[in-house]
């Protein structure tokens, strides 16, 4: 079945980095789309950064351009999501997604990972 396995999430203090990583497996032959999710404690998921399988195009929304960078690596079984000038604002879950579409919203997500926690103090 498919397989989405995340790490890197941590405890940073704000201006601080991390790199959280998702690594697949499984059939996702049918997936052009794959990124990074994330929720806050009492806010809905937002998408924060996608990539396009084959052609490694990249989307990051405008609240966190400039300062989110997602990656693939050569297997394309990877992605990798560098976040710099990590703000309070920006604790939360992160989650691993495959996508069915480009448009980040929920109901275009076919697959979930089970998450990795980011907590940025101030």
Same mark, same amino acid.
């Given at each position: ?5 995340? =790490?890197?999430?941590? =405890? ?62 050569? =297997? ?47």
């Amino acid at each position: 079945q498919v397989q989405l396995v995340e =790490s890197g999430g941590g =405890s940073v203090q704000t201006g601080g980095s991390l790199r959280l990583s998702c690594t697949r497996s499984g059939p996702t032959a049918d997936i052009s789309y794959w990124g990074w999710f994330r929720q806050a404690p009492g806010k809905q998921r937002e998408g924060v950064a996608r990539i396009h399988i084959s052609t490694g195009i990249t989307y990051h929304p405008y609240h966190v351009k400039g300062r989110f960078t997602i990656t693939q690596d050569d =297997s394309k079984n990877t992605i990798y999501m560098q976040m710099n000038s990590l703000q309070p604002d920006d604790t939360a879950m992160y989650y691993c997604v495959l996508l069915r579409a480009p448009t980040m919203f929920k109901y275009n997500v076919a697959f979930w990972g089970q998450g990795t926690q980011v907590t940025v103090s101030s």
